[in-house]
């Protein structure tokens, strides 16, 4: 069962940034070479419903949802280099756990191809 590994979550108050990461393990012997990348994320009280925050494109085009549009930023090198959500002036209602997706498109949707998770990274935010 191949999986991604995210990381750089923490608590932190409003207003604070964080730097997420995501890299694709060695299993996935073309590492994100080819991959839309897209970034997820679960609130606590939704169970199961998994938003798209964040989206770039194999030649870098990036999309955001109007939530953290001008506040997250995402960013790619490919190959086996970790793709990155920058998230700037973190609010209380960005708390979740955060997951990165390798295979679907740039608006979340299934591909017939690899759709490859990780196990999530928790933000929490306060203030």
């Known amino acids: 069962h191949v999986q991604l590994v995210e990381s750089g979550g923490c608590a932190v108050q409003a207003g604070q940034s964080l730097r997420l990461s995501c890299v694709a393990p060695?299993?996935?012997?073309?590492?994100?070479?080819?991959?839309?990348i897209d970034w997820y994320r679960q609130a606590t009280d939704k169970e199961g419903e998994r938003e798209l925050v964040?989206?770039?494109?194999?030649?870098?085009?990036?999309a955001y949802a109007d939530a953290v549009k001008g506040r997250f930023t995402i960013s790619r090198n490919n190959g086996r280099k970790p793709v990155h959500l920058q998230m700037n002036n973190l609010k209380p209602e960005d708390t979740g756990v955060y997951f990165c997706?390798?295979?679907?498109?740039?608006?979340?949707?299934?591909?017939?191809?690899?759709?490859?998770w990780g196990q999530g990274t928790q933000v929490t935010v306060s203030g």
């Open positions: 997706n390798a295979g679907r498109n740039l608006d979340g949707s299934s591909t017939s191809g690899n759709d490859y």
């Open positions: 060695r299993s996935i012997t073309s590492g994100f070479n080819g991959y839309i």
């Open positions: 964040a989206a770039i494109s194999r030649d870098g085009s990036a």
